[in-house]
């Protein structure tokens, strides 16, 4: 079955460093998805990408899906502490009813 | 978000107890979701529905069930609770998009 690989699973940074987390899919994705869950809370949508080779930002997150759909990123530029929780990655693919969802990288940034 | 609620927040039981645990949701969304987090595996999907009589097993199904009594309310039953049930349980709803918005969660703990 469809799987999403997300890599690293943890990650450790100092305040001002950039952080990057990445997605890759076993089969070809409709969509792709990114949410933050702060610890302690519920994940929460960031933004949802669609076409193949899609850039999009918000401040100071990038979010992109690779030329083929099958992988996508999260880059963070200059961190801070506001940005600590577990980013996870979404996708469908197909004819897949429902969402397939990585197993999310956890974000600590030190101050 | 406010617009889905989960009751209750916290939840301690006993092994071989029934539990029922409660979602609503505002936002007028066809889609509900079940999930269950524990640390190191992510978000699993227990059981989802798409319409008040389509309702499908996810990837953890056994030992719950679940009842969509309305467009608003679905609910998740330990028919008896287990020890390895323990974990943070998340209803999400969703629209066409895929886009989902996820409830505070319920923690609960079978002892």
């Known amino acids: 079955g469809q799987q999403v690989m997300q890599i690293p699973q943890y990650q450790h940074v100092q305040e001002g460093e950039d952080f990057t987390t990445y997605c890759n899919s076993s089969?070809?994705?409709?969509?792709i998805q990114w949410y933050k869950q702060r610890p302690g809370g519920h994940p929460v949508f960031l933004i949802q990408l669609v076409k193949s080779g899609e850039v999009k930002k918000q401040k100071r997150l990038t979010f992109q899906f690779g030329e083929a759909k099958k992988n996508s990123s999260l880059h963070i530029t200059a961190t801070q502490t506001t940005d600590v929780g577990t980013y996870f990655c979404?996708?469908?693919?197909?004819?897949?009813?429902?969402?397939?969802w990585g197993l999310g990288t956890s974000l600590a940034v030190n101050p | 978000d406010a617009d889905v609620t989960q009751t209750p927040r916290n939840r301690i039981t006993k092994t071989g107890k029934r539990i029922m645990l409660e979602c609503s949701q505002t936002k007028g969304h066809d889609r509900m979701y079940w999930y269950r987090q524990d640390p190191g595996l992510g978000l699993r999907l227990i059981y989802y529905s798409f319409d008040v009589k389509d309702i499908n097993k996810g990837e953890i199904s056994d030992g719950y069930s679940v009842s969509r009594q309305a467009q608003a309310k679905f609910s998740l039953s330990l028919e008896s609770a287990i020890p390895n049930q323990t974990a943070l349980y998340f209803c999400?709803?969703?629209?066409?998009?895929?886009?989902?918005?996820f409830g505070p969660g319920t923690r609960l703990t079978v002892l």
């Open positions: 999400a709803t969703g629209g066409l998009t895929d886009t989902q918005y």
């Open positions: 979404a996708g469908r693919g197909g004819n897949n009813r429902k969402l397939i």
């Open positions: 089969t070809t994705l409709s969509n």
